[in-house]
């Protein structure tokens, strides 16, 4: 006898924002072919594949879909007559064992820099046609990760936009110069002017105060610094603002035995600095400070001798997250470029 289900509609429920986590995710992957068995269903992922067509893309893009449609309905024959051919062999049933080929995205123009890592200047999605702009598909990368900075976002969006949306320039020696030359250049400009300007926030990402039962992580270390050298302002759960930095010391313990006291919760103590000593290579500030007590913080680092990472926070801003896209150029390219 067949099992019957009931269909039941709840209204008694509660939605919770948990907020952006930062956790670990996995992903069933199959060597060589990828493609693996769920609830009985083989599955697989998409395949990209580049066309040379045989008219001007951009003139009429009901026509590029419907080309590139039949491109994928002729696929789909050649691969089930090849299916059912073998299958012959394999005693399989025709009915049950097929594949279906359906176009999902259409792109323009787009790059490949490794596994789920990609972007493309999409005109057609599962339906959707954009003809006024393309919609810009962006797949991993640091673009799309929560801890980029402000400014390295910016900066992305430029290096996407001349990889994907520039349809006019086609000279990969001419977009890497815009890419390692130009863009580059100018976010390195716009983070000493950031450092100049005492907006910290624009080439760091806020930070939480968790759990430090463990070990205490460098940032939360500079909490503790900024509460005993700027007052007693951080608690855990709080968020805040990490800057690289250099510090002496030496003059650090001079200052701590001289001046400063404190043996109160969540600052450092003199005999925290002693023992920690080169761990301290940090300092937080509140997300929401203040030009004020960004003033009295920057004459507080002068007096000590704290200076900003210049090097580490370029590295962090822009090397690391333009490192991707170098590897989608040629030696031959770049010695050219």
Known sequence: MEEQYELKEYTDFEIIDL?????????????????????????????????????????DIHQLVDYVQKIARELGKLYNGALEYYGNFANLNPTYNTMDFKSEVIAYRGFFGGKKFYSLATCWDEGTFFEEEPYLKKTGGAIVKSDTTPLSRRMLDEVYNVLVKDYSDTSLVSIYRKIFVKIKNKYKLKIKDSIKDLDFAEFSTPK?????EKTIPPFVIGAMLYNTLIGDTFRPSDSMIALKVKIDVE????????????????????????????KINMISIPTDISDEEKKKLLKIMNDLNIQLLLDEIIMFNIDMKLDPFERLFNDDIRLRA
Do not use: M, R
């Open 19 to 59: 907020g952006i986590k930062e956790e670990w995710v996995y992903d069933i992957e199959v060597e060589d072919n990828h493609n693996f068995f769920g609830n009985n269903i083989l599955v697989h992922n998409s395949a990209y594949l580049i066309y040379n067509l045989p008219f001007n893309k951009f003139e």
């Open 208 to 212: 939480k105060w968790g759990n430090t």
């Open 251 to 278: 003059l650090l313990i001079q200052v701590f035995k001289e001046k400063y006291h404190k043996d109160i919760e969540f600052c450092l103590t003199l005999s925290q600095v002693e023992k920690l000593k080169n």
